[in-house]
């Protein structure tokens, strides 16, 4: 189905309906920007996690180059902490500079942001733009930090002022020491975490595409200076090609790289991976995943304090007194290359991806409508999810055609063996037809029926959830046949 005519609002309903994602705290009513993953959401947010750690911790070969990579490398993973210490933020800019515009309506008490007041809806009827309406008294573009603040310990004052982190990024690069002295990575090397993320934003939107609270995949890759551009370009063609092994059509996803005025103070070069939400106008497309060359900032801003642009040059802020506005942790994060007997420090480039749009980006790709022949013969409409096995949260579903004659016994066999691998789902209830019908729009790739046939000669039909075919297969090969493809 083209993406066109995949409507969000029939993804949305599907979401509810199968248990993918749910409004948080639904029942008083729900917060803006906060989403819950139900019993499907939360195996296909597992998949995705899965898949991306292994393409880049566990399943990475540090013996081999890969295609296209300028050489070796290693790859690790962290799990820092969600709350950091406050000067991690003021040394990386946050503090200061992760802040979006928006304007409030003094009349209706709406806020939006500076940048999304063309295309947003004042409140008022009848439904007209902000400003629009004579009563409209819209204020001039004001700051609004995106980070949550909190308190540590029982002092309610600035002093005790924290930040729920708005990336998963710096625990990587505060870390940076820790890791090269306790493993055997040398650079260059990548140092991996998923993790949640929370960012206060102003017009949380579009489902879970703006979310409040989030979950990220990041990736932060040290090396030398001298390769960076090479590693740059390794990484940002390595990411494209990840979404397209997981499912994702290459129509509707696009690398684009930003031009220079585009891009952060610091970055030397930054391509976005988009995918054409059904939400979008036709011809556009929203953020996935950004890939970031970050030049040496990151590890400069924790060493020597929060840096700003003077021309070609990254300088630290200083304030009135002539010190850092925002110092460092004056610790050394600089590197010595046994190879080039060389020091220097590390240029950064970053895949920095989002679990809940990958997530998201899958379900609209997936969503799919057909009609397929019902027991008589007679065409009959159908929701499918066309999702790739192996982000399929149920990976099988077993039932005994009907409840007698050893058929559940069986079907219950059947199950718990493959639940030794896989996610599989059992069924007894409601007529065949119902059943296919329910795995279909839950994504499930096979469905396994146990008849009579199978009493008699150890056969089942093995139905494909795409095609609807239907072979019969022996009990004993169900696992290859499934291995081949739902293993990596
Ligand atoms: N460390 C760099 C960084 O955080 P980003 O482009 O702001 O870069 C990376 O975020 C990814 O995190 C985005 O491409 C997106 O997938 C996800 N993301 C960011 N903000 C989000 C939000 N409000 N809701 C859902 N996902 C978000």
Avoid at 264 to 275: K, L, N, Q, R, V
Avoid at 327 to 334: A, H, N
Wanted: charged share 30%; hydrophobic share 30%; with cysteine.
């Amino acid at each position: 189905m083209s993406k066109t005519t995949t409507s969000m609002e029939k993804v949305v309903a599907l979401c509810k309906r199968r248990g993918f994602i749910f409004q948080s705290s639904e029942i008083y009513g729900g917060i803006g920007g906060f989403w819950d993953y139900g019993p499907l959401g939360v195996e296909l947010k597992r998949n995705v996690r899965d898949a991306w750690w292994r393409d880049m911790v566990t399943g990475h070969d540090n013996t081999l180059a890969p295609e296209g990579a300028p050489s070796t490398f290693d790859m690790v993973g962290l799990e820092s902490t969600i709350i950091m210490h406050p000067n991690v933020w003021k040394a990386s800019g946050h503090f200061d500079l992760f802040y979006d515009l928006f304007v409030d309506c003094k009349t209706c008490k709406a806020r939006f942001r500076a940048d999304h007041v063309e295309g947003s809806q004042c409140p008022q009827k009848p439904s007209k733009g902000p400003g629009e309406h004579d009563a409209c008294d819209l204020t001039d573009p004001r700051e609004f930090n995106l980070m949550f603040k909190t308190f540590v310990g029982a002092l309610i004052d600035p002093t005790a002022e924290v930040y729920l982190r708005p990336e998963t990024a710096q625990g990587m690069f505060v870390n940076f020491k820790n890791v090269l002295s306790s493993s055997r990575v040398k650079v260059p090397f990548g140092i991996a975490q998923i993790g949640k993320s929370f960012r206060n934003e102003i017009t949380p939107r579009n489902f879970t595409f703006r979310s409040r609270e989030f979950e990220q995949m990041e990736m932060e890759f040290f090396c030398s200076p001298d390769s960076s551009q090479d590693w740059y370009t390794y990484w940002r063609d390595r990411r494209l090609a990840w979404y397209v092994s997981i499912g994702l059509d290459g129509e509707n996803l696009r690398l684009r790289e930003h031009g220079p005025s585009e891009r952060a103070h610091y970055s030397c070069g930054t391509a976005d991976i988009e995918y054409a939400y059904p939400f979008l106008p036709e011809g556009e497309f929203g953020e996935l995943e950004g890939v970031s060359h970050r030049g040496d900032f990151d590890l400069r801003s924790h060493m020597e304090g929060k840096l700003i642009r003077d021309g070609d040059e990254l300088v630290v802020e200083k304030n009135e007194h002539g010190q850092p506005r925002h110092p460092g942790s004056g610790k050394d994060l600089s590197y010595f290359d046994d190879a080039t007997q060389t020091k220097y420090v590390p240029h950064v480039i970053e895949p920095a991806a989002g679990v809940g749009r990958t997530a998201l980006a899958l379900l609209c790709e997936a969503y799919d409508e057909d009609a397929i022949p019902d027991e008589k013969g007679e065409p009959q409409e159908r929701v499918v999810l066309r999702l790739h096995p192996r982000m399929a949260p149920t990976k099988a579903a077993v039932f005994p055609l009907v409840k007698k004659d050893g058929q559940p016994e069986v079907a219950g066999e059947i199950t718990r063996e493959l639940r030794q691998r896989w996610n599989v789902f059992y069924d007894e209830k409601g007529s065949i037809g119902k059943r296919y019908r329910r795995q279909d729009e839950s994504g499930t790739p096979f469905c396994i029926t146990v008849d009579h046939q199978t009493i008699e000669d150890e056969t089942v039909t093995l139905r494909e959830r795409d095609s609807t075919k239907q072979t019969r297969v022996k009990i004993a090969e169900l696992k290859s046949i499934l291995s081949e493809h739902l293993d990596p």
